[in-house]
């Protein structure tokens, strides 16, 4: 059962996190922050695949769980992979989020919401999709603070470097994708909402 119950939070984490980035804000050359982020950076700039470069990305932090949070290691390498491949499967839905989302605004919310949903269901049963979140999760089980507002913290780090690097990018509207982002996971971690 135990097993059952983790692999449902993987898909439906995964799969909301999926269409939070390719329907929301890849349309909108948005960015997250944190390992979405970088990955996000990488597409626009050498139009890699997002989940690919998410899982390079991931994957030194990988080795560091794996020497120091062994279990945090075990828990996030399946939401890391399947979260990944999920991500790139459901790529062609930025033609939809292109063609019929059509507000910047609508497409931070609803994105960073979408997201929030996802990574912060996957943290509450110890499951990540790697990248900075998972370095969020080992710093805040080790100072017992809240993962979400160290993943705020990572997020807005990273957009600011990724508004610079990257032209299209807007740096408000990706800030508010990365607000979306940390207060649902906030709510979600915190069992605020069930």
């Known amino acids: 059962m135990f097993f059952i119950h983790k692999s449902l939070v993987i898909f439906m984490g995964s799969i909301l996190i999926a269409i939070g980035i390719n329907l929301f804000l890849v349309p909108f050359h948005l960015l997250d922050g944190g390992g979405i982020g970088l990955g996000l950076i990488i597409h626009y700039l050498l139009d890699m695949k997002v ?111 990724g508004s610079v690097l990257v032209e299209s990018v807007s740096l408000l509207y990706s800030c508010i994708t990365v607000l979306s982002v940390g207060i649902t996971t906030s709510f979600i971690v915190k069992n605020i909402i069930k």
């Open 51 to 161: 989940g690919l470069a998410i899982l390079c990305i991931s994957t030194p932090i990988f080795l560091l769980a794996w020497i120091y949070f062994r279990a945090f290691f075990y828990n996030g390498i399946h939401g890391l992979l399947f979260s990944s491949v999920i991500i790139d499967f459901l790529y062609p839905l930025h033609i939809v989020g292109e063609k019929y989302i059509t507000s910047e605004v609508i497409g931070a919310l609803g994105g960073g919401v979408l997201i929030g949903l996802g990574i912060g269901s996957m943290l509450r049963s110890e499951i990540t999709v790697g990248g900075t979140d998972l370095l969020a999760q080992m710093v805040a089980n080790r100072l017992h603070i809240n993962p979400g507002l160290c993943i705020l913290s990572i997020d807005i780090l990273v957009v600011s470097i």
